[in-house]
């Protein structure tokens, strides 16, 4: 991200998109198309919905009815032709002193197995143990526990980020399950736009681990990290760059720091007295514009200064 006198630019460096702003590069800022969408309705394409699982599309090989009634067609053929064959094998085994003995020996040994006693249950093998229930994730410190139920037919209304690798970002709470919740539950801890989610239940670590886990249940004990509000002014004529490598989701509403170089940031680091920026942080608005990453990067335009609301997370 470099800025200039009168010039904030950005150039976007994957392929396939436009720069922003006319001079050299500024800010490396890379479109992410890694956003996970939690809500119905029309996602961009390069975005995964998370309301609803995978449903198997494959037709049955048989409209309703029919399988039936094909089984049905195959046993009245087998039973009209089998049956006169099985009526008169019958005839003649009835017919038969030799099945009355038989009748007399199968009753006794009925009778024998009845009078058996019935064997003890086999015994569990000496020193195996049952599998220890998962244990649960223990928030660290700057990390709060939220704990929601939502029910399993209903639209969970939550757009979330997942840009980085071991975290997803709540872009916003729509219409749905969590906004439901959270009303109904004022005196709770409740989930957050902003809020970062590092773990849920037993699950830390992948962000696709995650995400899996948020959508195959639907009791959630989530450890989330609320972030500090940093407010940064930059002089663009006296700092030129300010050396953030800037990644965005396309329909996200915040500019995710992955590095800090040499820069206005990396300065206001060093003689800053309070928090400090660090990469995993966020820019949630730029000269008192807020919404999704196109406006953050036009609102830097031709500007001689840049105001930056930047949200910092707590760092385990």
């Given at each position: 991200?470099?800025?200039?006198?009168?010039?904030?630019?950005?150039?976007?460096?994957?392929?396939?998109?436009?720069?922003?702003?006319?001079?050299?590069?500024?800010?490396?800022?890379?479109r992410d198309?890694?956003?996970?969408?939690?809500?119905?309705?029309?996602?961009?394409?390069?975005?995964?919905?998370?309301?609803?699982?995978?449903?198997?599309?494959?037709?049955?090989?048989?409209?309703p009815?029919?399988?039936q009634?094909?089984?049905?067609?195959?046993?009245?053929?087998?039973?009209?032709?089998?049956?006169?064959?099985?009526?008169?094998?019958?005839?003649?085994?009835?017919?038969?002193?030799?099945?009355?003995?038989?009748?007399?020996?199968a009753?006794?040994?009925?009778?024998?197995?009845?009078?058996?006693?019935?064997?003890?249950?086999?015994?569990?093998?000496?020193?195996?143990?049952?599998e220890?229930?998962?244990?649960?994730?223990?928030?660290?410190?700057?990390?709060?526990?939220?704990?929601?139920?939502?029910?399993?037919?209903?639209?969970?209304?939550?757009?979330?980020?997942?840009?980085?690798?071991?975290?997803?970002?709540?872009?916003?709470?729509?219409?749905?399950a969590?906004?439901?919740?959270?009303?109904?539950h004022?005196?709770?801890?409740?989930?957050?736009?902003?809020?970062?989610?590092?773990?849920?239940?037993?699950?830390?670590?992948?962000?696709?681990?995650?995400?899996?886990?948020?959508r195959?249940?639907?009791?959630?004990?989530?450890?989330?990290?609320?972030?500090?509000?940093?407010?940064?002014?930059?002089d663009?004529?006296?700092?030129?760059?300010?050396?953030?490598?800037?990644?965005?989701?396309?329909?996200?509403?915040?500019?995710?720091?992955?590095?800090?170089?040499?820069?206005?940031?990396?300065e206001?680091?060093?003689?800053?007295?309070?928090?400090?920026?660090?990469?995993?942080?966020?820019?949630?608005?730029?000269?008192?514009?807020?919404?999704?990453?196109?406006?953050?990067?036009?609102?830097?335009?031709?500007?001689?200064?840049?105001?930056?609301?930047?949200?910092?997370?707590?760092?385990a």
């Amino acid at each position: 991200w470099v800025s200039s006198p009168r010039h904030a630019h950005f150039a976007v460096t994957d392929s396939g998109s436009d720069a922003m702003g006319a001079e050299s590069s500024c800010c490396k800022s890379s479109r992410d198309d890694a956003a996970a969408i939690m809500e119905t309705g029309g996602p961009a394409p390069e975005e995964q919905t998370l309301d609803a699982e995978a449903v198997d599309a494959t037709p049955p090989a048989f409209g309703p009815g029919e399988e039936q009634a094909l089984e049905q067609t195959v046993v009245k053929t087998e039973s009209a032709e089998e049956g006169g064959k099985l009526e008169k094998a019958h005839a003649a085994v009835e017919a038969s002193p030799q099945k009355k003995d038989d009748d007399s020996d199968a009753g006794s040994r009925k009778k024998a197995a009845e009078d058996a006693p019935t064997p003890a249950p086999a015994a569990e093998p000496a020193g195996v143990d049952p599998e220890p229930p998962e244990p649960e994730l223990q928030p660290r410190k700057g990390e709060l526990v939220v704990f929601i139920s939502r029910p399993a037919e209903a639209t969970i209304g939550l757009n979330l980020d997942a840009l980085e690798d071991n975290a997803t970002f709540v872009d916003g709470i729509l219409k749905g399950a969590i906004q439901v919740w959270n009303e109904s539950h004022p005196n709770d801890t409740q989930l957050r736009q902003y809020d970062r989610i590092v773990g849920i239940n037993s699950v830390r670590g992948s962000t696709n681990m995650l995400l899996a886990e948020m959508r195959k249940t639907i009791d959630w004990r989530l450890i989330v990290q609320r972030p500090k509000e940093l407010k940064i002014s930059v002089d663009c004529e006296k700092h030129p760059t300010l050396g953030l490598d800037l990644k965005y989701s396309p329909n996200g509403v915040s500019l995710l720091i992955a590095s800090i170089g040499e820069g206005a940031i990396k300065e206001y680091n060093k003689t800053t007295t309070g928090t400090k920026i660090t990469p995993n942080d966020r820019v949630v608005e730029v000269n008192g514009v807020r919404g999704t990453a196109k406006k953050l990067l036009e609102a830097a335009t031709n500007v001689d200064a840049l105001d930056l609301i930047i949200l910092h997370f707590p760092k385990a």
